[in-house]
């Protein structure tokens, strides 16, 4: 280890090694992807099961929306579970926030698995079901927020923004995971018996990879630059975190806000409705669905790493701006070729339309981060994303639902392009962070 002073008053650090910063991103990644897993599998879960074993008496379009509602219920929690683990995160430390949030979202998951369902308890079950989906959502809320500010407090200047993507990737690969698991399901399980009691099976398996997730935690240090705070007294000085930032930085957090908008809504109309939509409205087969899903989760990754080395060599803002730029660009195509109805065009359309959303997503953790000074950074960061899920992925799948209802497919498309002209406007009004100190 070496330690850097700064000559302008900044914080002195001590500098990892190469070796010890990718390590530390692996470990967001490893423990991301799982905290992903667990969430998702329920969103996917809920589409296709927990209609009809959790609210039988509703027709299928009511059933499906109650489901949904279980889901959106996350994103209610996840701004409270957000901001409580911020402020700890910000008072205590990165590390153990992200232990105890790894820590209740695995005994969350593991609940679902083991629920009776509406046929067993009655009323009770959908009850426990979202107050389950409630525990979820709070210790997600925490997650990401420590998840990038470890990998890029870490990470040398030149390499910040691809290795704090490994946190984003996680984000990725635990959707492809949980796809993955309930693709071999579906392969290997007629549907009834998966529909009765085969779906638990993946909420079970989160145990195991629990583990595997807290051991790595518990191996990795604490962030060298919110030690460097905590001895300059900068992080002890600030009681009540997320005031500091609402009080010395509304703007950036409004703006931040709007900025991650379409990062959580384009992701969850693809993932999301697209999947409820192919398996509905389209008759696609269920495993058909999900392979798509499968393929389209690996070229949101590319999208992913290759705007992470653009955003290292040529800034944030113009990696982020490319990625909506390429929203832009594929939203009519893709759902052009989604609509046909054939499977593999749909998993064309969706695939191409998931590469730009990677895109967007891959430098919106390193560029949040990099807003906001060493004491409030975690606060700040979990405030624009957690309001900017609110405004985009909580309510996406209802807004194309009503859309898709009310007027067509190209309805859902305009919508995805008028928040993501608001996300590029946002963007382009803060500006560039690359030359920011985090040590501040």
């Not at 909506?324 to 009519?332: D, E, H, K, N, P």
């Not at 054939?342 to 990677?358: E, H, Q």
Request: hydrophobic content about 55%; charged content about 10%; glycine content about 10%.
């Amino acid at each position: 280890m070496t330690r850097t002073g700064t000559s302008d008053g900044g914080l002195d650090s001590r500098t990892p090694t190469p070796a010890e910063a990718s390590r530390v991103a692996k470990a967001a990644f490893i423990g991301t992807t799982i905290e992903w897993y667990d969430f998702y599998i329920y969103a996917s879960t809920a589409t296709l099961v927990f209609g009809t074993q959790f609210f039988p008496a509703m027709s299928p379009v009511a059933a499906t929306l109650a489901s949904f509602a279980t889901i959106a219920v996350a994103f209610i929690a996840r701004p409270i579970g957000g901001l409580i683990f911020a402020h700890y995160g910000d008072r205590v430390g990165r590390k153990t926030t992200l232990i105890a949030s790894l820590l209740l979202m695995g005994a969350s998951t593991v609940l679902v698995g083991v629920l009776p369902t509406y046929a067993t308890a009655g009323a009770l079950a959908p009850i426990l079901l979202v107050v389950l989906r409630f525990v979820q959502g709070a210790a997600v809320g925490g997650e990401w927020g420590g998840a990038v500010l470890m990998a890029t407090e870490f990470a040398p200047p030149d390499r910040r923004a691809r290795l704090s993507s490994w946190a984003q990737q996680g984000v990725t690969a635990g959707l492809a995971l949980s796809t993955a698991v309930l693709l071999v399901v579906t392969l290997l399980v007629p549907h009834q018996t998966y529909v009765e009691w085969v779906w638990r099976l993946p909420f079970l398996s989160s145990a195991v990879l629990i583990v595997v997730g807290l051991v790595m935690r518990l191996r990795i240090d604490e962030s060298p630059i919110f030690e460097a705070g905590k001895k300059a007294g900068g992080t002890t000085g600030t009681r009540l975190p997320i005031a500091t930032v609402l009080r010395e930085a509304r703007r950036t957090v409004a703006l931040a806000t709007l900025a991650y908008v379409t990062v959580s809504a384009t992701f969850y109309v693809a993932f999301v409705f697209l999947l409820s939509h192919a398996t509905g409205p389209l008759k696609i087969d269920q495993a058909a669905a999900l392979t798509a899903v499968l393929v389209s989760a690996g070229s949101y990754s590319i999208g992913l790493r290759l705007s992470a080395g653009i955003a290292d060599k040529r800034g944030r803002r113009t990696a982020l701006l490319l990625g909506f730029g390429g929203i832009l660009v594929i939203v009519f195509p893709a759902i052009a070729l989604i609509e046909t109805g054939s499977p593999i065009l749909f998993a064309v359309g969706l695939a191409i339309l998931a590469f730009p959303v990677g895109c967007a997503y891959a430098p919106i953790g390193v560029y949040f981060a990099e807003l906001f000074p060493t004491a409030t950074r975690y606060s700040g960061i979990t405030a624009a994303n957690q309001a900017g899920s609110l405004l985009g992925a909580a309510v996406a799948p209802f807004i194309a639902i009503a859309l898709f209802g009310a007027v067509g497919m190209y309805a859902v498309g305009a919508y995805v392009v008028l928040v993501t002209v608001i996300s590029a406007v946002a963007v382009w009004i803060l500006g560039e962070t690359r030359h920011l100190e985090l040590e501040r």
